[in-house]
């Protein structure tokens, strides 16, 4: 049974082998591709896995390079999960399908979705991600000959509007832009949102030199060097005001890191508004490494210039990317309590979680849930998860020192010594154990896996451990917690300043040497035991291979 609405179907016929929809004149010419040897192995990708799901280690399997990651990543539909009352059992044209990632996530979700894409080898790579949804119809033609006679709850343009002066065409004077937002509207139905993601032309990782994401160019955006038949992207306020100009009067804005392709964290206007009372910068600068279209070499500190951002108000007009619902006056608004949706999604399906920060009336809270609460745990797990609610607590996450210390000229082991010398203490008061008496071997309660820098909350004098979500059943031996403090706190850092001997780059080399300015003489055969007890735990978590040792311990800090 076809789900999509009336209005469409007598345009096009049903080619039953690959589930396309054609137009009954035949596939229509579209330039727009990944390369034809990419989208023949992302065919074959999802041909060969049973489980295609938004969620499937089988698809995540088949992560290799960036063009899969991009169609394979779970994390891409973490852009819609905060938007899912919009869609859920509501008919959704998505305009640009691509090879399908966010259909399959629609569908999932309950809407009634028509995928319209203009390359017919991307179609049939849409159509097979969605194989077994009977609320999905997926078709091969261009925006501007679909039938205008159907109408749609929802249109999306995630990641097209970029491209309308290229691929758009239409007749009139206006920009294509503007032609096809004009478009988008006609779609709706009265109270029908259109859902838009595209990049910042003045995203703040642009100014720190981040490639032009279309054309591979750093600073292009910026100097606005795009042309009136090219790519394009706007700043907030061109976007706002060209939005209206098409109709478009009400708008939500939404902010995705790193970007809208592969979110973490979804910040709502409303969290923008709230840099006053609560701090979420550590969700944008923890998104920095997140990013797998880094610059070989960053201008500055997007880790540090992040938090300047927010607490200045100035982080959704620089946000990397925007995520907008816009409609009519008679718009559906979402929950203006909500600040901002973190998911953590690149696990096991049975870890896999959402975090949502709301403003209550005594202050912000923060609450869980897991994505998959029916994945029942693996018999002979040695890993356990558990969540937990409660109040966001004021102070500085210790993470952020390291950035500071990392980011000053000439810094030294001395230094990045000192900052870990604090979280020894504070994990050592939370323990009840001497300075003196603390070991390598000395095993602690496995629930404190995760007492580590960027979950210790300092105040002051006074610290405090949140988000402790993994227990390690066995127990952790203090080394394993001092390797999990400092060498996950330097992989999380997109780059640092010059240090005062270029040998101290090599992560594993530092580590080593921290640890030894600690007083702790953290041998080389003690790194790699510690490493490989690690990849166990990773491996546990996400399902996938870790870092080797070896690119471990040769892994270098990016020094600008």
């Known amino acids: 049974m076809l789900a999509s609405p009336a209005g469409w179907k007598g345009a096009y016929s049903f080619n039953g082998m690959d589930r396309v929809w054609v137009p009954i004149s035949g596939e229509v010419a579209f330039s727009y591709t990944d390369g034809t ?10 041909r060969a896995v049973s489980d295609r799901s938004v969620l499937s280690m089988e698809i995540r399997q088949q992560i290799r390079d ?30 640009g399908a691509g090879c399908g990632a966010i259909s399959r996530f629609l569908g999932e979700s309950g809407a009634r979705v028509v995928a319209l894409e203009g390359s017919g080898a991307r179609a049939r790579i849409t159509a097979a991600r969605c194989k077994g949804l009977g609320n999905v119809d997926v078709v091969a033609d261009v925006f ?22 290229i691929f758009f065409a239409h007749s009139g004077e206006d920009d294509p832009v503007d032609a096809m937002l004009q478009h988008a509207r006609r779609f709706l139905r009265p109270g029908g949102v259109l859902i838009l993601a595209i990049e910042n032309q003045l995203g703040l990782k642009y100014f720190a ?23 394009v992207t706007f700043g907030k306020q061109e976007l706002v005001t060209r939005l209206q100009a ?33 701090d979420l910068s550590p969700l944008m600068s923890a998104s920095v490494v997140a990013d797998s279209q880094t610059p070989p070499r960053f201008l500055f500190s997007l880790e540090q210039a992040w938090g300047v951002v927010y607490r200045n108000g100035l982080a959704g007009d620089l946000a990397n990317s925007f995520l907008v619902v816009a409609g009519g006056e008679d718009m559906p608004r979402h929950d203006p309590n909500v600040l901002v949706h973190h998911y953590s999604v ?10 949502m920060i709301r403003q209550g009336e005594s202050g912000a809270r923060v609450e869980s849930r897991l994505l998959c609460p029916q994945s029942a745990a693996a018999p002979g797990d040695r890993l356990g998860l558990k969540l937990a609610d409660g109040d966001f607590l004021a102070g500085s996450l210790w993470q952020k020192e390291l950035f500071r210390a990392l980011n000053k000229q000439n810094w030294s082991v001395g230094e990045l010594a000192l900052w870990a010398d604090i979280w020894v203490g504070h994990l050592l008061e939370l323990i009840s154990i001497e300075r003196q008496s603390i070991g390598l071997d000395t095993r602690i309660d496995g629930c404190l896996l995760d007492a580590v820098p960027r979950n210790l909350l300092v105040n002051g004098i006074a610290g405090q451990f949140i988000d402790l979500e993994w227990n390690w059943k066995e127990g952790v031996e203090f080394g394993h917690l001092l390797y999990r403090a400092i060498m996950l706190g330097l992989l999380s850092v997109g780059s640092v300043a010059a240090p005062c001997d270029p040998c101290l780059l090599n992560a594993g080399n530092l580590f080593v040497a921290v640890c030894r300015e600690l ?3 953290f041998s080389w055969e003690r790194f790699e035991r510690v490493h490989c007890l690690e990849r166990e735990i990773q491996y546990q978590v996400n399902g996938v291979e870790w870092i080797r040792f070896d690119e471990i311990a040769g892994y270098r800090l990016s020094a600008r």
Not at 69 to 92: I, Q, T, W
Not at 214 to 231: A, K, R, T, W
Not at 255 to 272: A, H, I, N, R
């Open 519 to 521: 007083g702790f003489d």
């Open 37 to 46: 040897e990419t989208e023949r192995q992302l065919l074959e990708s999802v």
């Open 209 to 231: 030199g981040c490639l032009e994401d279309h054309v591979s160019v750093p600073m292009f955006g910026i100097q606005d060097l795009y042309s009136e038949n090219g790519v």
């Open 66 to 95: 960036w063009p899969t990651r991009y169609h394979f990543s779970p994390r891409r539909a973490n852009l819609l999960r905060p938007l899912l009352p919009y869609f859920e059992g509501k008919d959704v044209l998505e305009v």
């Open 144 to 165: 501007q000959s679909f039938p205008v006679e159907a109408r749609f709850d929802v249109v999306t343009l995630i990641g097209v509007l970029e491209y309308a002066r």
């Open 246 to 278: 098409s109709g478009f009067v009400s708008q939500s804005w939404f902010y995705p890191f790193p970007d809208y392709k592969l979110p973490t964290s979804v910040v709502t206007e409303d969290g923008m508004a709230a840099h006053s009372t609560v």
């Open 346 to 355: 690149e696990r096991l399906p049975r870890f896999s979680k959402a975090v």
